[in-house]
């Protein structure tokens, strides 16, 4: 049975910094490409980052520059820095895993960003 278990989300000022963690169990994580979505209240879930088994990394437009995605196979285990933190990346985060037609999401953990 697959799980992903996220962590470390929470409450930060503007400006501020979150490391996101998503512990994988249940699957060959290495060969999954990982990757970190977002959902505000009121609107679609979107694209954060992702970063395939050989370490190809996508980001948002929006994040650039501020968030990396990184993996450790060793642990089975995603995380997201996000640094420079603003209001607007004020969102339910959640992890994801994907092989070919496989497909599998983290319940999720809330990022709140205000002073």
């Known amino acids: 049975q697959v799980q992903l278990v996220e962590s470390g989300g929470g409450l930060v000022q503007p400006g501020g910094s979150l490391r996101l963690s998503c512990a994988a169990s249940?699957?060959?994580?290495?060969?999954?490409?990982m990757g970190w979505y977002r959902q505000a209240p009121g609107k679609q879930r979107e694209l954060v980052a992702t970063?395939?088994?050989?370490?190809?990394?996508t980001y948002a437009d929006s994040v650039k520059g501020r968030f990396t995605i990184s993996r450790d196979d060793a642990k089975n285990t995603v995380y997201l820095q996000m640094n420079s933190l603003k209001p607007e990346d004020t969102a339910t985060y959640y992890c994801?895993?994907?092989?070919?037609?496989?497909?599998?999401w983290g319940q999720g953990t809330q990022v709140t960003v205000s002073s």
């Open positions: 994801s895993a994907r092989f070919i037609t496989l497909d599998y």
């Open positions: 249940g699957m060959r994580f290495s060969i999954y490409t």
């Open positions: 970063m395939s088994a050989d370490d190809k990394t």
